[in-house]
T-cell receptor, first 111, second 115 residues
Framework: GEDVEQSLFLSVREGDSSVINCTYTDSSSTYLYWYKQEPGAGLQLLTYIFSNMDMKQDQRLTVLLNKKDKHLSLRIADTQTGDSAIYFCAELTGTASKLTFGTGTRLQVTL | GAVVSQHPSRVICKSGTSVKIECRSLDFQATTMFWYRQFPKQSLMLMATSNEGSKATYEQGVEKDKFLINHASLTLSTLTVTSAHPEDSSFYIC???????????FGSGTRLTVV
């Protein structure tokens, strides 16, 4: 099947904004998620967006959804060194209970 | 919130031995658990879905006899890597689905090294 695509790597300076992009595959996806994985750890749910929403903001995190283009983005404002991790987008389709994960974006925050 | 406890976090074993990884749902009942494998710098690969009281469902290409999955109770799922070989070295993660919209809750992962 098609992959959920993400860019592999992003480097930003501390204090700047980070934008991580994701192109998903299934137009019938009901929920879309962003997970964070720190080295040697499991995945932590950061935020989610329902498919009938265009935007969701939660403190430093802003999720934008473009259903027409099947494009999802995560903006992290005032990026900190503790934000350095791998970020995965994931889609939950309406026909199954399985999440399909993106390829992951490694965010590096420099001083 | 929902917590999935995964043990051990790290294990080193000799080739030919078997290793058991446990995942427990601590404050909720999990009728389903997903088992993933993650290679360095790669995404998660779904290996199998364990279902309490029935046989696990394996993804295409995953050896059932190599990766034994048991979902013994509503709070415990185990993955046993049998006759482990160095190529089985990887990071294994379990997860349990949560009611919508909360996605999955993940265990902390197990780093398996076979020497």
């Amino acid at each position: 099947g098609e992959d959920v695509e993400q860019s592999l790597f992003l480097s930003v300076r501390e204090g700047d904004s980070s934008v991580i992009n994701c192109t998903y595959t299934d137009s019938s996806s009901t929920y879309l998620y962003w997970y964070k994985q720190e080295p040697g750890a499991g995945l932590q749910l950061l935020t989610y967006i329902f498919s009938n929403m265009d935007m969701k903001q939660d403190q430093r995190l802003t999720v934008l959804l473009n259903k027409k283009d099947k494009h999802l983005s995560l903006r992290i404002a005032d990026t900190q060194t503790g934000d350095s991790a791998i970020y995965f987008c994931a889609e939950l389709t309406g026909t199954a209970s399985k999440l399909t994960f993106g390829t992951g974006t490694r965010l590096q925050v420099t001083l | 919130g929902a917590v999935v406890s995964q043990h051990p976090s790290r294990v080193i074993c000799k080739s030919g031995t078997s290793v058991k990884i446990e995942c427990r749902s601590l404050d909720f009942q999990a009728t389903t658990m997903f088992w993933y494998r993650q290679f360095p710098k790669q995404s998660l690969m779904l290996m199998a879905t364990s279902n309490e009281g029935s046989k696990a469902t394996y993804e295409q290409g995953v050896e059932k006899d190599k990766f034994l999955i048991n979902h013994a109770s509503l709070t415990l799922s185990t993955l046993t890597v049998t006759s482990a070989h160095p190529e089985d070295s990887s990071f294994y993660i379990c997860s349990a689905p949560q009611p919508n919209p909360y996605g999955y809750t993940f265990g902390s992962g197990t780093r398996l090294t076979v020497v």
